[in-house]
């Protein structure tokens, strides 16, 4: 005979097994694991074949630091850092500021700034794709409109990292603006009309008031626009596909075009186990410091 | 579950027909359906199902897409019986990895004397033959006569790099676009630098170092030099760096630019890629061998091309060597070089080139001591790639001639 | 007078700023209609000359619908997987007491700052073989993997703020918790449902790389790769390109509209709550 309590117990942990093992499963087969053998590949020379035998210690790495291209891809992944942080972020809380009290036409403005968030990457970089092409593109035609040489924007090394830049503040910036305004409108009323009776204007309201009680908001919005920054893979490819001649790659991109293309799986995975070290120090950093109040 | 359906019905039909087993044979291919050849292809296809039964699969993926796609999709189940080729390093690392298959024992000598021995024996790796020769190609610089005489150039005089060089700037100061290129491709850039690498070194130098190493000996440093003049002369459209292969063939079948140094594939490709589709036409457009450089090695008459042909994957059916068999056939090569639409390398069918253009080219690869397989794929997936980063590096005047042979040189190192 | 001067200049920003993110889209629905030669000299007009014909060609193109139709079933499967595996997970860290609980969960937390990118050569291996390359399930299995950690943090905040009474009442009332489960949590959690739903949705239907690396045959291309290899054939052939840019466009947005307010929850709400 078994007590009912065991077998409530019983009913306890077979459900927690059941539920739990399905997850667990996946995650670590999907997730976990291939990050550890990404680690372990990463000292070998190896075509994906049979057990990796070519022990090779740090030369995948040597020659990954010392290879220009994936220099420049790393640069690169900074400057959309530092672009993003320093440009797109404010504009993105100015735009929030503006219209996050019920001004008139808020909702419409809110809906178009978000649009092109939710357009897939792909879509985003061909439609800008199409408006840079020197030939048929609408720069060109607005420049041949005025009778000047058209530029061709992402095929001048000088340019297409701007035209990069372009893109990514169209479509990222309304996701931060909805952050924004969802942190503001949590802003209780009687802070704000206390303000107001002691005769502070918009300016000065949303400089000492606002932006202060956003603070977290604002700091998980960079938190996520560094890594998206440090994950940028699909507009690139249908933009520039790192050209030209290699001048605007990510690190993702890098990976793709080096690693997966050629099938080097002991390369390739040095390539992702340094862009994880560099997510993972920036993710730990932030959570132990600046979103550790939070 | 779509397993377990195939194993099913790959079960039943084993059962009841296993004395006439149906194959169905994946084919990839890069053909269009505008190309010349691919009337022959649907023929070949209807010929083959009809007489033995089995299916054939004609799958398309456009050039780039499928570089791209072939590592991934061979290791899949997904894998072409047949696949496109250009031979080289690239076709040794697919049969390290056990990707292909070994066809000797399928494929008959009687069908092989057909072939050109030299082409035939390109697809033989290790003593095992894994694929058949479908066509031979040059690398040669291609003109329109109309521009070319508009600016006052005489191309017959170009014998020596700096004759082009020349030539270029006398062009361009025509207001003509001298040269159209796919930079965003690479690899039609790297055709320039590496056929002055073949002039520059020769076929000794470069056996030389595939063997020991030295891409970045002085004969290869001055190959870059040689390039770097060319690209001072800005001799390339406006966003060369956006556009790929087809953009290229396009303009210069539109008669954009004046010169462009590519395959004989050109000569469809010019066509199918204008605006008008006509491209243009055979008494305005000429070619000229790469000129020689001061102090070469190699020979004037050494070429540089291809010899493109059809792989076999590891387990492909029998069926599938057969259909190649009846592919690479006397009749469907002779109809396809009569149209002008490759170089063939069944025996005896370069008489059926009726253009001048490419019976000039049939010639110089007949004459030619040292055919030099693309850079690019010769050496292998990843130091071909290498080149075509640099050769793309060199000619945006990014890098300078020494470190772009020192690239290569690091690649190969790497490789080792 | 001074607040209506600032407010012109204002509207006058807004405006502006909704016109350069709507022109993009524009020009690509319209560049869609107009011939090569129009597209080049008349860019930002209307056509001056409708063609519908690259429209049509692809509606009825039996690829295009396949590709779709592919791309609904991988963010389908997806979706419901993440919701039903990662509620499962959450639950049982959000009501039962274990040792080792703590641990299981910053294990599946970690996941959050794991990028797929970095392991996608492995990945690949796995995928491939475990004979999965090439099916449906390369592409699904991996998009729930990375879609485990972020849903279950936003899955154990929402059951944990459900009250305890109606867990206590159940309980005495002979209730298992796998009754429970199905019962009283999981029609209770429909906006958190929603918003994993959304994360998950959006994702998958906009994920390129993963059915780059893991598809091969065009009858399982997802929507994505059916574009880009189109983008490859046709080149400089924009009005065709735009045409079906345009296509994927037009339901996105309407999508949007349609459900927004989830939409916009989802997104920015899933990452406030976190």
Redesign the interface.
């Known amino acids: 005979m078994q007590s009912p309590k065991f077998n409530a117990l019983l009913s306890k942990y077979s459900t927690l097994v059941i539920f739990i093992i399905p997850a667990l499963t996946i995650f670590t087969m999907f997730v976990v694991l291939p990050i550890i053998e990404a680690a372990y590949y990463s000292f070998y020379r190896w075509?994906?074949?049979g057990d990796p035998n070519k022990y090779v210690g740090l030369?995948n790495y040597k020659?990954l630091f010392?290879n220009k291209?994936f220099i420049l891809s790393l640069k690169n992944n900074f400057y959309i850092i530092a672009i993003s942080l320093f440009l797109q972020l404010p504009f993105a809380l100015l735009v929030a500021l503006m219209i996050s009290d019920k001004i008139r036409g808020a909702n419409f403005f809110r809906t178009v700034f978000f649009l092109p968030y939710i357009l897939a990457e792909i879509v985003t970089g061909l439609i800008w794709a199409y408006i840079y092409?020197?030939?048929y593109g609408m720069v060109a035609a607005i420049w041949n409109f005025f009778g000047a040489?058209?530029p061709?924007m992402?095929?001048?090394?000088e340019t297409a990292m701007i035209a990069l830049y372009i893109v990514i503040f169209w479509k990222y910036f309304g996701i931060h603006m909805m952050i924004y305004i969802a942190g503001l409108q949590n802003i209780s009323k009687e802070v704000l009309e206390a303000a107001r009776v002691d005769g502070a204007g918009p300016v000065t309201t949303a400089w000492r008031i606002k932006i202060p009680i956003i603070l977290p908001t604002i700091r998980l919005s960079v938190f996520l626009s560094i890594l998206g920054a440090l994950q940028l893979f699909d507009i690139i490819m249908p933009l520039?596909?790192g050209?030209?001649?290699?001048?605007t790659h990510s690190m993702v991109t890098y990976l793709y075009y080096f690693g997966?293309?050629?099938?080097?799986f002991g390369f390739g995975s040095a390539i992702g186990v340094v862009i994880f070290l560099i997510c993972f120090t920036i993710a730990l950093t932030y959570q132990r410091t600046l979103m550790r109040k939070d | 579950m779509?397993n377990l359906f195939k194993f099913i019905i790959g079960s039943v039909s084993l059962f009841f027909f296993s004395s006439v087993q149906a194959d169905t044979i994946k084919w990839l291919h890069l053909t269009?359906e505008s190309s010349p050849e691919y009337p022959n292809f649907v023929r070949a296809v209807e010929e083959f199902e009809a007489k033995t039964g089995h299916k054939v699969e004609m799958?398309y993926?456009?050039n780039?897409?499928f570089?791209?796609?072939l590592?991934?999709?061979l290791?899949?189940?997904?894998?072409p019986d047949i696949f496109n080729s250009w031979g080289g390093g690239v076709m040794y690392?697919q049969a390290?990895?056990?990707f292909l298959r070994d066809i000797s024992d399928v494929i008959t000598d009687e069908y092989l004397s057909t072939l050109s021995a030299a082409a035939a024996n390109a697809f033989v790796y290790k003593g095992q033959r894994v694929g058949v020769p479908r066509n031979v190609s040059q690398v040669t610089w291609w003109y329109n006569k109309d521009l070319v005489n508009q600016a006052g150039v005489d191309v017959n005089g170009i014998k020596m790099w700096d004759d082009l060089l020349s030539a270029v700037k006398q062009i361009k100061s025509a207001g003509i676009t001298p040269i159209c290129i796919g930079?965003?491709d690479?690899w039609p850039v790297h055709f320039i630098w590496t056929h002055l690498h073949i002039r520059n070194g020769g076929e000794s130098l470069f056996l030389e170092s595939l063997e020991n190493g030295g891409w970045d000996r002085p004969e290869y440093i001055k190959s870059g030099e040689q390039m770097l003049e060319l690209v001072a002369l800005e001799p390339f459209q406006?966003?060369?760096?956006?556009?790929?292969w087809?953009?290229q063939a396009?303009f210069f079948g539109d008669g954009k630019c004046a010169m462009a140094f590519m395959g004989n594939w050109m000569y469809p490709a010019q066509k199918s890629n204008s605006?008008s589709g006509e491209g243009l036409g055979d008494d305005n457009m000429g070619i000229f061998s790469m000129p020689m450089t001061p102090g070469a090695l190699g020979d004037s008459a050494d070429t540089l091309g291809g010899i493109n042909g059809w792989l076999v994957s590891k387990t492909a059916p029998d069926s599938a060597v057969e259909f190649l068999m009846h592919l690479v056939s006397a009749d469907i090569q002779n109809e396809d070089a009569a149209k002008g639409a490759y170089l063939p390398v069944v025996k005896g069918a370069d008489k059926s080139i009726t253009n001048p253009l490419l019976a000039q080219v049939a010639n110089n690869i007949g004459n030619s001591q040292y055919h030099q397989i693309f850079y690019d794929q010769f050496l292998g997936?990843?130091i071909g790639?290498v080149v075509n980063?640099v050769s793309?590096?060199l000619?945006?005047g990014?890098i300078s001639a020494e470190e772009a042979a020192q690239l290569v040189q690091?690649s190969w190192e790497?490789n080792q | 007078m001074f607040s209506n001067f600032r407010s012109y200049y204002m509207y006058l920003f807004l405006f502006l700023l909704a016109g350069i993110i709507f022109i993009p889209l524009y020009v690509s629905i319209a560049g869609g209609f107009k011939t090569?030669g129009d597209l080049r000299t008349n860019s930002l007009g209307l056509p001056t000359e409708w063609i519908v014909s690259n429209y049509t060609s692809l509606l009825v193109d039996n690829k295009f619908w396949l590709f779709t139709w592919n791309s609904v079933l991988y963010a389908a499967g997806t979706t419901f997987l993440v919701i039903l595996l990662a509620s499962m997970t959450a639950f049982v860290f959000a009501h039962m007491k274990f040792i080792g609980s703590r641990f299981l969960f910053n294990y599946f937390i970690l996941g959050l700052t794991f990028p797929f990118a970095t392991a996608i050569l492995p990945l690949?291996l796995r995928v491939?073989d475990l004979?999965l390359?090439?099916?449906v399930w390369a592409v699904i299995l991996p998009q729930i993997a990375f879609g485990l950690a972020f849903a279950i943090i936003l899955f154990r905040g929402f059951f944990r703020q459900m009250p305890s009474e109606l867990f206590d009442a159940a309980f005495v009332d002979g209730c298992t918790y796998s009754q429970f489960y199905f019962r009283f949590t999981l029609p209770l959690s429909t906006p958190i449902i929603a918003t994993v739903a959304v994360i998950n949705l959006v994702g998958s239907w906009n994920n390129y790389l993963l059915p780059l690396?893991?598809i091969?045959?065009?009858s399982l291309y997802s929507w994505p790769l059916g574009i880009?290899?189109f983008r490859?054939?046709y080149?400089?052939d924009w009005p065709k390109i735009l045409a079906f840019v345009s296509l994927t466009l037009i339901p996105a947005v309407v999508f949007f509209l349609a459900l927004q307010r989830f939409i916009v929850a989802g997104l920015t709400g899933g990452a406030v709550k976190e």
């Open positions: 075509d994906g074949y030369k020659y010392k291209t092409d020197g030939n040489e058209p061709h992402i095929a001048e090394k520039t596909g050209g030209p001649s290699n001048q997966v293309m050629r099938m080097k | 779509k269009g799958m993926l456009e780039e897409s570089k791209a796609k590592p991934t999709m290791q899949s189940d997904d894998r690392a390290e990895a056990g930079g965003k690479k406006d966003g060369w760096l956006s556009h790929t087809p953009d396009g605006a997936p990843d790639r980063d793309t590096d000619a945006a990014i690091e790497f | 090569i690949f491939r004979g390359l090439g099916s690396i893991m091969n045959s065009e880009m290899v490859g054939e080149i400089t």
